[in-house]
């Protein structure tokens, strides 16, 4: 099969550019997109050899490589292959200068798929012509089963007010639209909780009233399925980007993210399918110098904090629930045993490991004020830091992590280089966590302040947001093929 023409001639990087490539068996036909626009933003530009790699089980399969633009592109035989991923590189001297995969297609006989395939030149942070519905900083960006993201709240330019608006990006069209339902309330910085069966919840948060940012008491949740968001019972007492833990199927511990007493906010599904919060003192743990948390292996909590006594493991699981009384079981670390790499500060990104420990990095060294150059790891058995195999090479206060591609491949992006968020981090790099092998560390289209991180099924990486105050490109995204010889 041929390659359909261009619409218009590729120099019309001014709109979208879709391309086709077709299967000899009629299993598949890729549709190439190309969200961009700016005038490095081609990817066919010096292009001499397409090369397209079917992958299954991320084991290469077959492979066609073809003269470019002399030949014709088509896709191998895919009849019986099952569920397969594509990869279209585009090379100049036999060097990769463009890309795009699949997310994993199934394929079924007789049935022909038609799939998106984002392609662009690769390691590049380049700007996406569809701008965002709303100016958003601080905000929530995850993506969607679908394959599209969700951007919920946020902060204006200037932090002059908060969004309750809710919109997502197509990575199919390369735009973004809303969606028809808001948050319960005005908010960014909202910690935000996931559960197996698809419900989503947006905890707490900040608003802004009078010109001051405010801690707000609003939950929401939204379920994909149901292509709907809805408030939820209100937290107890109101919380700036708490620290939220799910530690059983529909059970969660909130805490940390307001300055009164020393309280935390229990979780629970009820059997008449109503989520309700209870309270209990934490006497254990002063929450108001707690700085993360992140949910283990096992279920148990691990949880950050600006010293040893407000750092440690919340050993409450559905296992041990019956057993233990919340308000009593956090075990806190012993300051002369917590091992050498030992590290209290804010803004570290925090990621379970397979093994049972927690990875640490970047933030704000309390001792010194200055980003940790050293990320590490904590064992909750040995409660115990240790510095970590995975070692990124730009370390970023507040910046988001994200799975790519498969488990142990992150990336981290935006965030800022001091504590005062005052000199944005304008990078994403790639690295394995579990063995430290790093990728490629890509700069963005500009200086994104308070910008978000998602991974799209394809590999790509969506970069929302992100401004100065009065900043008229508030409202523009960017978009990352990252690619690894």
């Given at each position: ?5 261009p619409?218009?001639?590729?120099a019309?990087?001014e ?11 009629g ?25 397209i ?15 470019y ?18 990869v279209?590189?585009?090379l ?40 965002m ?31 309750a608006?809710i ?16 948050l ?5 910085d ?5 559960y ?15 010109g001051?940012?405010t801690?707000?008491t ?19 007492v109101?919380r ?16 940390g ?23 209990f ?11 993360g ?29 019956p ?6 079981c ?15 500060g ?6 379970p ?23 590490r ?15 990124p090479?730009r370390?970023?206060?507040e ?82 093929v990252p690619?690894?010889?």
């Amino acid at each position: 099969m041929r390659l359909v023409a261009p619409l218009a001639v590729l120099a019309a990087c001014e709109r979208t550019v879709t391309e086709h490539i077709d299967g000899n068996d009629g299993a598949l036909r890729l549709a190439l997109v190309n969200p961009t626009s700016c005038s490095a933003c081609d990817p066919w530009l010096g292009v001499d050899t397409v090369r397209i790699e079917v992958l299954r089980h991320d084991e290469l399969v077959d492979a066609a490589e073809f003269s470019y633009p002399e030949e014709a592109l088509s896709l191998p035989d895919l009849d019986g292959f099952g569920v397969v991923r594509v990869v279209v590189s585009g090379l100049s001297g036999g060097e990769v200068i463009s890309a795009g995969r699949t997310a994993e297609i199934t394929l079924a006989p007789g049935i022909t798929r038609e799939w998106p395939l984002v392609f662009l030149p690769v390691n590049q942070g380049l700007p996406v012509t569809s701008s965002m519905m709303a100016p958003r900083s601080r905000h929530q960006s995850f993506t969607l089963r679908d394959g599209r993201v969700l951007l919920a709240g946020g902060l204006s330019p200037g932090i002059g007010a908060a969004y309750a608006g809710i919109e997502a990006y197509n990575p199919s069209t390369g735009a973004f639209a809303g969606l028809g339902y808001d948050l319960a309330g005005n908010a960014g910085d909202m910690t935000r909780l996931s559960y197996d069966d698809g419900e989503v919840m947006f905890v707490g948060g900040t608003t802004v009233a009078g010109g001051v940012e405010t801690p707000v008491t609003t939950v929401t949740g939204f379920l994909e399925e149901a292509d709907n968001a809805y408030p939820l019972a209100s937290l107890p007492v109101a919380r700036s980007a708490p620290c939220a833990s799910r530690f059983a199927a529909h059970q969660a511990i909130v805490f940390g993210g307001h300055q009164g007493d020393p309280y935390g906010d229990m979780l629970v599904l009820g059997e008449d399918g109503r989520w309700a919060w209870s309270s209990f003192p934490m006497r254990d743990l002063d929450e108001t110098r707690v700085t993360g948390c992140v949910a283990l292996a096992d279920e148990r909590t691990f949880v950050q904090g600006l010293d040893a006594d407000s750092t440690g493991v919340w050993p409450f699981t559905s296992e041990s629930a019956p057993y233990l009384e919340p308000a009593e079981c956090f075990e806190k670390l012993t300051a002369g045993s917590a091992g050498e790499a030992a590290v209290y500060g804010l803004g570290m990104a925090l990621v379970p490991l397979a093994d049972g420990a927690a990875w640490v990095g970047g933030g704000l060294d309390g001792s010194s004020g200055r980003p940790a150059p050293t990320a590490r790891e904590f064992n909750p058995s040995a409660m115990r830091y240790e510095v970590a195999r995975a070692q990124p090479t730009r370390p970023r206060v507040e910046g988001p992590v994200v799975d790519w591609i498969s488990g142990d491949w992150k990336a981290w992006g935006c965030g800022f280089v001091d504590g005062g968020r005052g000199e944005p981090e304008s990078t994403v790099e790639l690295f394995d966590i579990e063995s430290g092998e790093l990728g490629p560390v890509v700069g963005l289209d500009r200086e994104r302040p308070g910008c978000q991180l998602a991974a799209l099924h394809d590999g790509s990486l969506l970069v929302t947001g992100g401004f100065d105050a009065g900043d008229e490109a508030a409202v523009s995204a960017a978009i990352i093929v990252p690619w690894m010889d």
